[in-house]
């Protein structure tokens, strides 16, 4: 009887989410988008660390300070040009003397000065303001103005591209699954979860690392946050294709003692990120985001995302988050590989014999991980689900692929 999986959303799972339900996200170590939900108060020399490196402090900030930063920064500038215009004006007696030969050309009031300094620094011209020969400290002003104006032009635009090209920006184009998932894989209990990109154009290399996060609170107010690696089986991919982050729960993983009853009353965070270069402009990146036991789905899997057709792989974005109820048993890596070596020892044959009672045959069936296939698609035709099972795929109509293709498993 051919055994079906059932697409769901992460959403609905049943029983998905623990006793208390998940963290809020102001209650996480690492936000869900990936920022740290850290506040720092009564930083050494803070202000000073902000005018040492203010160039960096300007890229950081929003971009509504950006804006008015932006705009003071001209409108300062000809506001303290043209007060010094109108004083060497108001000094030189152009303001009463209107037949006196002035220091700048119809410069005879305020506005007019300021008219002048805005005219001079952003280069426009009109032709009735103009300087003379009459006054050196007009003339050395106005070089200095200049000068100054050529900075400021430099310094904005510097910033205004540098916040426009920011790595956080290409971050948000490489995200994770919603949910981490917990299922067989080989034989053993794995945590997964998936990582894409969203661009079409790909990434160079990438290198993804994953930590258990745990804070404890102590009656006294200390704070204890402590972090765990967790061996990645294949840290380093090239992400052409939305890939799947394998955990495997060996007796060095701090999850190897965990059960799906004991998850549910776990209070950690997954802390998961991938460094990564990115192919168009050779900038180095990092997306993260955090899993708590809630987002954590035990007995799970992603469904498949790939198909093949007779020109190219098709990558269906809308499965990025779906997953599939599989057999897991609900018992901890370390119970579930002790019973294995049970069932292996001499005293119980590895294979069913005769003599077995239907209830273990059932059991070793239950423990095989679900095989999944990639199908080849016609271009004209809809595209099929992935097939579960070897006498499925042999009922479709596929077209020859080469033995290392047809014979791939995801």
Same mark, same amino acid.
């Given at each position: 009887m051919q055994k079906q999986y059932t697409s769901v959303s992460c959403t609905d799972v049943i029983g998905a989410k623990t006793e208390n339900g998940p963290k809020p996200n102001n209650y996480r170590y690492v936000r869900k988008e990936g920022n740290c939900n850290i506040v720092f108060r009564h930083g050494p020399e803070e202000w000073l660390l902000f005018i040492t490196d203010i160039f960096t402090s300007l890229v950081e900030i929003r971009w509504r300070v950006m804006f008015l930063i932006f705009t003071l920064s001209y409108i300062l500038s000809w506001l303290f040009f043209g007060i010094l215009y109108w004083v060497i004006a108001l000094v030189h007696g152009d303001i009463k003397d209107e037949t006196n030969d002035p220091c700048v050309y119809e410069v005879r009031s305020f506005t007019a000065a300021f008219l002048f300094s805005l005219e001079t620094q952003t280069t426009i011209g009109?032709?009735?303001?103009?300087?003379?020969? /009459?006054?050196?400290?007009?003339?050395?002003?106005?070089t200095i103005q200049d000068v100054l104006s050529c900075f400021i032009d430099t310094f904005v635009i510097g910033i205004v591209v540098a916040k426009m090209a920011s790595a956080k920006k290409r971050a948000q184009t490489v995200g994770f699954s919603n949910y981490a998932v917990v299922n067989l894989r080989d034989g053993y209990l794995c945590l997964s979860w998936r990582v894409g990109d969203f661009r079409r154009n790909h990434l160079v290399e990438g290198t993804a690392r994953a930590q258990i996060v745990r804070s404890t609170v102590h009656t006294t107010g200390k704070v204890d946050v402590t972090h765990k690696d967790l061996a990645i089986q294949q840290p380093d991919i090239v992400l052409v294709t939305p890939t799947i982050i394998?955990?495997?729960?060996?007796?060095?993983?701090?999850?190897?003692?965990?059960?799906?009853?004991?998850?549910?009353?776990?209070?950690?965070?997954?802390?998961?990120?991938?460094?990564?270069?990115?192919?168009?402009?050779?900038?180095?990146?990092?997306?993260?985001?955090?899993?708590?036991p809630g987002e954590i789905l035990w007995g799970q899997m992603f469904q498949e995302m790939i198909r093949v057709s007779?020109?190219?792989?098709?990558?269906?974005?809308?499965?990025?988050?779906?997953?599939?109820?599989?057999?897991?048993?609900?018992?901890?890596?370390?119970?579930?590989?002790?019973?294995?070596?049970?069932?292996?020892?001499?005293?119980?044959?590895?294979?069913?014999?005769?003599?077995?009672?239907?209830?273990?045959? /059932?059991?070793?069936?239950?423990?095989?991980?679900?095989?999944v296939t990639v199908e080849l698609v016609s271009d004209s035709h809809p595209e099929p689900h992935a097939s579960t099972s070897q006498a499925d795929s042999q009922h479709q109509d596929t077209l020859p692929l080469p033995n290392d293709l047809a014979n791939t498993e995801i």
């Open positions: 009109y032709g009735f303001r103009g300087m003379s020969e /009459n006054c050196m400290i007009a003339i050395i002003l106005v394998f955990h495997r729960i060996e007796p060095s993983s701090p999850l190897y003692k965990i059960s799906l009853v004991d998850l549910r009353k776990a209070d950690f965070e997954l802390v998961v990120s991938f460094t990564y270069t990115d192919d168009t402009t050779g900038m180095l990146h990092q997306t993260r985001t955090s899993y708590t007779r020109r190219h792989y098709k990558v269906d974005y809308n499965l990025f988050n779906q997953t599939a109820k599989v057999l897991v048993p609900e018992v901890s890596s370390e119970e579930y590989e002790h019973k294995m070596k049970l069932q292996c020892s001499p005293k119980h044959s590895p294979r069913p014999s005769p003599r077995s009672s239907p209830t273990q045959q /059932n059991q070793a069936k239950l423990l095989k991980p679900p095989m």
